[in-house]
């Protein structure tokens, strides 16, 4: 069985810094995948459409805001929420702590890419 413990996800963010994007990934899944992602304020993923995979995104650590075709909600340690396949979507980071899972059946490597807000 591939994998790590809760407390071993929050060692790699706690060792994160002020590193952004895919902290970890599961081993081993053949028909599953996740990430650990964190963000500092203000950064996050940028708009884009996955036609791909329904995600998963459980919130680990901090605040952050999910778009999903323009609905703004909150992203925190706890919340869970299914983002389906073919929806525009972003996330940004609202605190220096952001982390969450992303998890989905496995496809291609993770394509996350930090953004920046727009100024």
């Given amino acids: 069985m591939a994998g790590t413990s809760a407390e071993g996800l929050y060692e790699?963010?706690?060792?994160?810094?002020?590193?952004?994007?895919?902290?970890?990934?599961?081993e081993g899944g053949r028909d599953l995948?996740?990430?650990?992602v964190h963000f500092p304020s203000g950064i996050g993923v940028g708009e884009h459409v996955n036609d791909q995979v329904d995600v998963l995104l459980v919130g680990i650590s901090?605040?952050?805001?999910?778009?999903?075709?323009?609905?703004e909600r909150p992203l925190a340690s706890g919340t869970v929420v299914l983002v389906p396949k073919g929806v525009r979507r972003s996330i940004l980071s609202a605190s220096d702590d952001f982390a969450y899972l992303t998890i989905h059946k496995r496809r291609g490597p993770l394509q996350i890419s930090p953004r920046t807000p727009a100024v």
């Fill in 12 to 26: 790699i963010l706690a060792a994160a810094g002020e590193c952004a994007g895919v902290l970890w990934t599961l």
């Fill in 33 to 36: 995948n996740a990430n650990l």
């Fill in 62 to 71: 901090g605040t952050g805001t999910l778009s999903v075709d323009g609905d």
